[in-house]
């Protein structure tokens, strides 16, 4: 009997280019894999006893005895490489068509827009890494007050803010505003707030990021679970990436350690159902800033406390860990990648040892758990569920 699965989302820790990586210029692209190449004798030695040096095309880890979860990887479905594509996917839902990008940034007519709702000029508009805008554009900001509006490769419409000069409640006001006008055709996947503090040359963001996703155009396995009267409880940006959509319960987390204490707390209460948990610094902090040591110190910090998780879970409970998307720190793009996510099982109705092989869309994940949970789904995916229970 299965009451509650807690599934913990590694953003951007995937496991190797998928075989068409090539169609997003990510030929090479081994986030995991790569890291432990340029980190000398680099282990994660909680995931490697959950079958991390066993899942197919992972080289890099040591396959080690008596493995205690089950273990694989998946391919995407949907178009994309983005969060809210991956996370999405997971939950059973498969995107078609790829949200849209913006390489030159955003057309003329949506900036003048834009502007005229806010009442105020913006600066920007172009592709640009979070931090190096604000270095570059953050003195005008402070000094005319206009908001820095900017993209990436990814599907996202950032502004971002000094604190004292737009307050966040301004600054997420500005979010929403333009989260309704981004539609149809340029219905981004996330408006994305990003305020800043600090002074000329000095300037750093806060952990005050709010997502904006677009809502799931038809319900996912999380709807699904809450009409069922269970809880689904949402840890760091889920409730984001949904649109609050199918969540009953939510905490925003200010960091991957703030989020594993969340997720804890979670467990150690009386719910049922589904605990979600968004884990960003992976992706937000050294992924897109390709620092390979950060990146590696966030593995081991999140795999020294994997035993403090599987200590709080009940024997009705089950844990998957996985992606949902790459960005990998060794290569010269700062972007996102197309990989392969892993997919770790435990708990005590889950056989050990058992390999899941190569899962077709994530959104068997999704498919799984609600099996798990005895419930059922009008969502994408197969269901590995009999494979893996005792």
Request: proline letters at 4%; charged letters at 25%; one cysteine or more.
């Amino acid at each position: 009997m299965v009451n509650r699965v807690t599934l913990i989302v590694l953003d951007s820790v995937g496991i190797g280019e998928l075989p068409d990586a090539h169609e997003y210029n990510d030929q090479g692209s081994n986030t995991l894999g790569n890291i432990a190449k340029e980190i000398k004798n680099f282990e994660l030695p909680n995931l490697q006893r959950l079958g991390l040096g066993y899942i197919e095309g992972v080289n890099e880890y040591k396959k080690v005895d008596n493995v205690i979860g089950s273990y694989g990887r998946s391919l995407e479905m949907s178009k994309g490489k983005d969060t809210t594509t991956g996370h999405w996917e997971i939950s059973g839902l498969i995107l078609e068509k790829a949200f849209p990008t913006y390489p030159n940034g955003f057309p003329k007519e949506l900036i003048e827009e834009f502007e005229s709702k806010i009442g105020r000029k913006v600066i920007g508009n172009k592709p640009a890494s979070g931090t190096a805008i604000i270095e570059e554009l953050g003195d005008e900001h402070v000094r005319t007050g206009y908001p820095i509006v900017y993209t990436s490769a990814d599907s996202v419409f950032q502004i971002a803010a000094h604190e004292e000069i737009i307050p966040l409640e301004e600054l997420y006001k500005m979010c929403q505003i333009a989260r309704d006008m981004l539609k149809d055709e340029h219905g981004v996947g996330r408006v994305i707030a990003r305020p800043f503090v600090g002074t000329s040359g000095s300037y750093k963001r806060t952990p005050n990021r709010r997502d904006f996703s677009m809502k799931p155009f038809k319900k996912t396995l999380l709807n699904y679970i809450a009409e069922n009267g269970m809880d689904v409880c949402a840890v760091g940006k889920i409730e984001d990436i949904f649109g609050g959509y199918g969540i009953t319960k939510a905490v925003h987390t200010k960091n991957n350690m703030d989020g594993v204490d969340k997720t804890i707390e979670y467990l150690k209460e009386n719910t049922r159902g589904l605990i979600f948990t968004n884990l960003v610094d992976f992706d937000m902090v050294y992924g897109h800033r390709n620092d390979v040591e950060g990146y590696a110190r966030a593995l081991k910090e999140f795999d020294d406390r994997i035993p403090e998780i599987i200590n709080n879970l009940r024997d009705d409970d089950i844990l998957i860990i996985t992606a949902d998307h790459g960005c990998d720190p060794t290569t010269p793009s700062t972007d996102h990648s197309r990989e392969y996510i892993p997919i770790f099982v435990y708990g005590k109705n889950i056989k050990p040892g058992v390999n899941i092989g190569t899962r077709k869309s994530f959104a068997d994940i999704g498919k799984t758990i609600a099996e798990l949970l005895n419930i059922e789904t009008d969502i994408a995916g197969e269901s590995f569920a009999k494979e893996i229970l005792k």
